[in-house]
C-alpha cells in the first residue's frame, strides 16, 4: 500500500514563498510521476504541477506557470513543489497524488494514490 503525507503548508503573505513536501512509502515511488493538486473552498480539484518518474519531463498549469516549481528525489521518495510570488488565489488545501503511469499527466483520473492534503493560506 503506498502512502503519501503532505507537509510544508502553512500561512503566509501575498508575494512570499513556500515549499511543499511529499514523502512516499513503498519501494516503486521512482517508477511513476507523481503530481500535485489544489482545491479551493467551493471549487473543484484542479491540477497544479507533474513530474515525470525520472524529473526530466514537467507540466504546469498556466495559473503558477514560472511562479512554481516541481521536482523530486527519488533516493528520499519524496516530491517537492516549491512555490514562489503567492497570492491569494493560491490559497487552497494541496494535494500530492501518485500516478499510474510513468510520464508527467494533468488529469486527476490518472492519478490512484493521494495524501491527506495541507492548507496553504495567502493573505493579503
Known amino acids: 500500500q503506498v502512502q503519501l503525507v503532505e507537509s510544508g503548508g502553512g500561512l503566509v503573505q501575498a508575494g512570499g514563498s513556500l515549499r511543499l513536501s511529499c514523502a512516499a512509502s513503498?519501494?516503486?515511488?521512482?517508477?511513476?510521476?507523481m503530481g500535485w493538486f489544489r482545491q479551493a473552498p467551493g471549487k473543484e480539484r484542479e491540477f497544479v504541477a507533474a513530474?515525470?518518474?525520472?524529473?526530466?519531463?514537467?507540466d504546469y498549469a498556466d495559473s503558477v506557470k514560472g511562479r512554481f516549481t516541481i521536482s523530486r528525489d527519488n533516493a528520499k521518495n519524496t516530491v517537492y513543489l516549491q512555490m514562489n510570488s503567492l497570492t491569494t488565489e493560491d490559497t487552497a488545501v494541496y494535494y500530492c497524488?501518485?500516478?499510474?503511469?510513468?510520464?508527467?499527466?494533468?488529469?486527476?483520473?490518472?492519478?490512484?494514490?493521494w495524501g491527506q492534503g495541507t492548507q496553504v493560506t495567502v493573505s493579503s
Open positions: 513530474i515525470s518518474w525520472s524529473g526530466g519531463s514537467t
Open positions: 497524488a501518485r500516478s499510474a503511469y510513468s510520464g508527467a499527466r494533468t488529469s486527476s483520473t490518472d492519478y490512484n494514490y
Open positions: 513503498g519501494r516503486t515511488f521512482s517508477s511513476y510521476a
